[in-house]
């Protein structure tokens, strides 16, 4: 159904007016192709070019390189290399890949990246109260259920009783639907759903919030703590195991025992390794010294993670410490603290761009751009008829599509074209949405729906609109082209005769194929450079 709406969108541009591409000065011409000023000084002004515009003899030697390149490509584009399979499915897959890139508000996107970064500077304690329905997928009707349950909660801790006291009584007595109390100690960003992340995060230690809803499900909150986030730990350890599962009294002190003259021993100035070695339980990493991998909080055992955290300096032993495992003793290896910014931007970056239940607030700068670009108007009377619709049948059922191909009002429209509600039922019945409740679903995928057409309008555009796309796009071309005659030319042969070959080759084509230079804009090029 997707493809119905793609087909009207290139009907949308088809129908627009085409505009005229802006003339520019042309720096060169290789047989009947004018090269623009604007590529010769976007290749001049590369990282990695060395080139000095307002240097006459490093443009003069410049302009050499850059009409040898096209000259190349014009003899690779005479073998027919530009038309062959692959080359045309690798350049297909690099313009949509570009394409992409931009498609994009930088800034925007920045400004969520950032956002997720700053929570990741805290580790949040809380305990919550759900109040759910076990259904797949759900009405509004039925949450109204579980919103009173959690109002009513709400109003019983506003009135005096503790949020610890409602939660348990309720969890434990309520059997008409799912509640559940929990506490969770350690809460980093991106390990719950968004709507959820975001309000626990903006609370501070005391706070109470809800009703909050994620589907069918309604929370209360309570932050317990919010404390800086003290990244990673690397430790080794030496583990005394209980001899049981359930030791005795006089079997856990003849194992402190044990552990107390390890202890002494380590700290007397024994190598912790080799001790590791020596009497370690822990078949996994007593072998080797003892040494475990890096770990955060919340994924240890909670004494273990508090005696690792408070060990300030490398090297550092701690006393043995009771688990139900035996004693533990550790010592310091290494700490990491939260990674700045600069590293880690591209691992949020991944993982907000790959998570759908973040899209909307990821994208959501760039769909504005976009929708006031194109004269975005929304039809919201048209939508409450959707809305009504999801009342009575999920919309991924046969009974909301069948009815909702019946529907031929205007939703919204972009630029001069209208999108009737039917064609959004149409896509609606194939999303990529993991929402159980139905309005939910329907909303985040009407936001995709909006989100592919205004991307596919742009798709159509970009050779015309975006300058900085032709560059680069005009950049692969040449290096792909050059890759493959070069390959063809010099590469193939042995390295003793690839300059004698090169340069007969520069003579060659040079001769073969009309070249024209515009001196005049070389001379004044540093006007050109704003």
């Given at each position: 159904m997707k493809k119905i709406v793609l087909l009207l969108v290139s009907v949308v541009m088809v129908s627009t007016e085409e505009a005229k591409k802006k003339e520019e000065p042309v720096i060169m011409t290789v047989s009947d192709k004018k090269i623009p000023l604007s590529e010769f000084i976007f290749m001049a002004m590369r990282d990695n070019s060395g080139v000095d515009l307002n240097d006459k003899k490093s443009v003069d030697n410049f302009v050499e390189?850059?009409?040898?390149?096209?000259?190349?490509?014009?003899?690779?584009?005479?073998?027919?290399?530009?038309?062959?399979?692959?080359?045309?499915?690798?350049?297909?897959?690099?313009k949509r890949q570009l394409g992409q890139n931009f498609l994009s508000d930088k800034a925007g996107e920045e400004a969520e990246i950032r956002a997720l970064y700053e929570?990741?500077?805290?580790?949040?304690?809380?305990?919550?109260?759900?109040?759910?329905?076990?259904?797949?997928?759900?009405?509004?009707?039925?949450?109204?259920?579980?919103?009173?349950?959690?109002?009513?909660?709400?109003?019983?801790i506003k009135e005096g009783e503790s949020f610890e006291a409602v939660g348990e009584d309720l969890a434990k007595n309520t059997k008409d639907m799912e509640v559940k109390y929990e506490t969770i100690s350690h809460l980093f960003p991106l390990q719950i759903m968004n709507v959820l992340e975001k309000v626990i995060y903006e609370m501070e230690p005391g706070d109470i919030a809800g009703p909050v809803r994620a589907g069918n499900v309604f929370h209360l909150f309570k932050l317990d703590r919010k404390i800086p986030n003290p990244g990673n730990v690397r430790v080794a350890q030496i583990l005394t195991s209980f001899p049981s599962d359930d030791p005795s009294p006089e079997e856990i002190e003849q194992t402190r025992v044990t552990a107390d003259s390890i202890y002494r021993l380590a700290m007397a100035g024994a190598d912790f390794a080799e001790l590791a070695i020596k009497y370690s339980a822990d078949s996994t990493y007593g072998p080797g010294g003892g040494l475990l991998p890096y770990f955060r909080l919340g994924q240890m055992l909670e004494p273990i993670e508090e005696a690792a955290f408070a060990l300030k300096d490398t090297g550092e032993i701690s006393q043995p410490l009771q688990t139900r495992f035996g004693f533990h003793i550790l010592q310091l290896k290494d700490r990491k603290p939260l990674a700045p910014y600069e590293e880690i931007e591209p691992q949020i970056y991944q993982s907000l761009a790959n998570d759908m239940d973040r899209h909307a607030d990821f994208y959501r700068s760039f769909d504005e751009k976009m929708k006031e670009r194109h004269n975005y108007i929304f039809y919201p009377e048209a939508y409450a008829e959707l809305e009504q619709l999801a009342e009575t049948a999920f919309p991924l059922d046969s009974n909301f599509y069948f009815q909702g191909l019946g529907l031929d009002k205007t939703l919204m429209r972009l630029d001069t074209f209208d999108f009737p509600q039917h064609l959004f039922v149409r896509?609606?019945?194939?999303?990529?949405?993991?929402?159980?409740?139905?309005?939910?679903?329907?909303?985040?995928?009407?936001?995709?729906?909006?989100?592919?057409?205004?991307?596919?309008?742009?798709?159509?555009?970009?050779?015309?609109?975006?300058?900085?796309?032709?560059?680069?796009?005009?950049?692969?071309?040449?290096?792909?082209l050059l890759f493959e005659i070069s390959n063809k030319r010099i590469w193939s042969y042995p390295e003793e005769k690839q300059e004698e070959l090169e340069a007969e080759w520069v003579t060659e084509i040079n001769k073969k194929y009309p070249v024209t230079i515009n001196r005049k804009i070389l001379k004044n090029i540093r006007k050109y450079l704003n």
């Open positions: 390189l850059f009409k040898n390149l096209k000259l190349k490509v014009e003899d690779a584009e005479s073998l027919g290399l530009h038309k062959t399979p692959d080359f045309e499915k690798d350049l297909a897959n690099y929570r990741l500077k805290f580790v949040l304690g809380f305990k919550f109260i759900m109040f759910s329905i076990p259904m797949k997928q759900s009405l509004a009707k039925d949450t109204v259920a579980p919103y009173k349950q959690a109002v009513a909660a709400l109003q019983r896509y609606l019945y194939t999303p990529k949405s993991n929402k159980t409740f139905s309005l939910d679903l329907m909303q985040e995928v009407y936001d995709q729906f909006v989100r592919s057409i205004l991307r596919e309008m742009e798709m159509d555009v970009l050779e015309r609109d975006y300058a900085d796309y032709n560059l680069q796009l005009n950049e692969y071309y040449d290096g792909s």
